[in-house]
């Protein structure tokens, strides 16, 4: 079975352009969730989407948007690039909204790592 | 001052040694709990969730203090395999909240 897919793997930008990183969820789950992670800290939550709609958002400033569509795939977009963007994007994807239990745990895909110059 | 928070490390300890984390939380309306791990460059992986009645895989064992607000994480018999960064997540309403992580290096 596959698991979370992210793509690009690799991306490379320059400040002020805007970015779409992509994610499909492992078959079957209905929400997906971004996060940032810079090198030595941990994933900073961005988003999280469970059909279609936005259920949480972290604090990430409005040039950050995300979408989710109709078969569960989500896009995230990033606007007017900084170069304090530079990180790892990961998507995680889970069966359902917590609280609590085994269908809301997160399996990540494996991220998009976003450099900008 | 962070919402989770965690004893950065790094741990260093020898093949076949018990090692503890912590984990501290300051929001009281966390409702589940899970330690990850992720190797260096690679995505976090589910290790276990924490339940406050504590929880047991194999050389793993976890437990939850609600009244104090804290996470353990305890690791017996320590492999070379197991060098890792482990991190903790506390998670509420649609947001997951993860620490910076706590370095393990088990060394031969």
């Known amino acids: 079975d596959a698991g979370v897919t992210q793509s690009p793997t690799h991306l490379i930008k320059t400040r002020g352009q805007h970015v779409t990183l992509r994610c499909s969820p492992i078959?079957?789950?209905?929400?997906v969730s971004w996060y940032q992670q810079v090198l030595g800290q941990g994933p900073q939550f961005i988003f999280q989407?469970?059909?279609?709609?936005?259920?949480g958002r972290g604090n990430f400033p409005d040039r950050f948007s995300a979408r989710q569509f109709p078969n569960y795939s989500s896009e995230l977009n990033v606007n007017a690039l900084l170069l304090g963007d530079s990180a790892l994007y990961l998507c995680?994807?889970?069966?359902?909204?917590?609280?609590?239990?085994?269908?809301?745990?997160?399996?990540f895909g494996a991220g998009t790592r976003l450099s900008v110059l | 001052r962070k919402e989770v928070e965690q004893d950065p490390g790094p741990f260093n300890v020898p093949e076949g040694a018990t090692v503890a984390f912590n984990c501290t939380y300051s929001?009281?309306?966390?409702?589940?709990f899970f330690w990850y791990r992720q190797d260096c460059r690679k995505e976090p992986k589910l290790l276990m969730s924490?339940?406050?009645s504590g929880n047991e895989d194999g050389r793993f064992t976890a437990q939850l203090n609600r009244a104090s607000q804290y996470i353990s994480l305890l690791i017996r018999d320590s492999k070379l395999s197991d060098s890792a960064t482990y991190l903790c997540?506390?998670?509420?309403?649609?947001?997951?909240?993860f620490g910076d992580g706590t370095t393990l290096t088990v060394k031969p």
């Open positions: 995680a994807s889970s069966l359902d909204l917590p609280p609590g239990g085994v269908k809301n745990i997160q399996y």
């Open positions: 078959s079957g789950h209905k929400s």
């Open positions: 989407y469970y059909e279609k709609e936005e259920r």
């Open positions: 929001n009281s309306a966390s409702q589940s």
């Open positions: 924490v339940y406050s």
């Open positions: 997540v506390a998670h509420n309403a649609g947001k997951s909240t």
